[in-house]
């Protein structure tokens, strides 16, 4: 075969593709195909904790429109928070209407921390509701070397709607207090000085808290009808609410965990996940509310002063009443992580001054 039949032959084949590709019909132009995807509806109105959202603002409509496709489209997170309403939102909602405060309020825990209980910020924000150290301490929960009661859901709840409570009085308006909750209440009151604006949706503020309000919008929108967004959860599916018994307790000293819920019959787990505020492996000192198995509150206080006898020697210290000096800590680190205050650590230990070194084993307790 010469060079001229193969080149007529090659140019036939590309003038035959060429006219079949010429033929298909533009997009749009009888074409009969579907998107894939489907985009997450957006309401024509709507408002939170009984505020209207203003969406006829086409800023406002484009910033609920991305905070709502986010959300929409984190599949795995989604199906976490249908889930985890049912073991948590009851005690909120029981705690919402019991304050005749608004039943969006409960939304704000999923932005916060979607309902899990450990959870922590890069910042030191920690639990449920995200409490900062020096917030949640304001509001009433315990921190120290024993217990960080940020981490308790029951308590942390209380503290945050009595701070939403306070908010709301300064501010006057719900999705200000939710913007003063997540950047600060010192915060917001500068920038409606600066700005002359006290309206949320008028104002500049950081990104996170400008997306704050949105992202519990979005999340309501979601949960009170997961259908409308493609989701579906089978009724046997939802976590229900942890059975316990709460025991009021008030102890001189710290017991070990272990020996309490030996005489309970349990596991040292058992004592423990109910009451994720005790940070180490002792009961605190102190009067508090300590939950344990259900139908097991009856027997807890025996098994109390059963564990609370002495079963070492006095000589033979507890490793808890020790801290190991870690590379780059300092005895003002080390006071915040035990609670024990700088100056108590130096005359239990003969620090004169503040050089410690790392390997160095300092006492906790004189």
Request: charged fraction near 25%; include cysteine; hydrophobic fraction near 40%.
């Amino acid at each position: 075969m010469n060079k001229r039949v193969i080149l007529f032959i090659f140019s036939l084949i590309l003038f035959s593709a060429a006219a079949v590709f010429l033929s298909l019909p533009a997009h749009g132009e009888g074409s009969e195909a579907k998107p894939i995807f489907r985009d997450s509806p957006l309401p024509k109105s709507f408002s939170l904790c009984g505020e209207a959202m203003p969406l006829d603002n086409q800023e406002v409509l484009e910033r609920l429109d991305r905070e709502l496709t986010i959300s929409a489209w984190n599949q795995a997170q989604v199906f976490m928070w249908i889930k985890r309403t049912g073991r948590y939102f009851p005690l909120i909602e029981g705690k919402l209407k019991a304050l005749r405060m608004p039943d969006d309020l409960k939304y704000v825990a999923v932005a916060e921390s979607s309902l899990v209980k450990n959870v922590r910020s890069s910042a030191g924000a920690l639990g449920p509701w995200q409490f900062m150290p020096q917030t949640g301490s304001n509001q009433g929960l315990r921190r120290d070397r024993w217990a960080d009661e940020r981490l308790n859901f029951e308590l942390a709840t209380e503290a945050a709607l009595k701070y939403l409570q306070n908010l709301r009085e300064m501010f006057g308006s719900w999705t200000l207090a939710l913007a003063a909750y997540n950047s600060g209440e010192f915060r917001i009151k500068k920038e409606i000085e600066e700005q002359q604006v006290n309206d949320y949706y008028r104002l500049v503020l950081p990104t996170e808290t400008e997306r704050f309000i949105f992202r519990i919008a979005a999340i309501k929108l979601i949960l009170e009808n997961p259908g409308q967004y493609g989701y579906a959860v089978e009724p046997d599916r939802i976590y229900k609410p942890v059975q316990a018994d709460a025991v009021p307790v008030s102890l001189k000293a710290p017991i070990h965990i272990t020996e309490v819920a030996m005489a309970l019959g349990v596991d040292f787990k058992a004592i423990k996940k109910l009451n994720p505020q005790i940070l180490g492996y002792h009961l605190p000192p102190g009067s508090y509310t300590l939950r344990v198995p259900s139908g097991l509150g009856v027997k807890t206080a025996d098994a109390l002063k059963q564990a609370g006898r002495p079963s070492r020697k006095p000589s033979e210290p507890s490793e808890e009443m020790y801290y190991v000096v870690q590379p780059g800590d300092s005895l003002g680190l080390i006071s915040n992580r035990t609670g024990v205050p700088v100056d108590v650590l130096r005359k239990i230990n003969g620090i004169e001054g503040s050089h410690i070194i790392p390997g160095q084993k300092l006492r906790l307790t004189s």
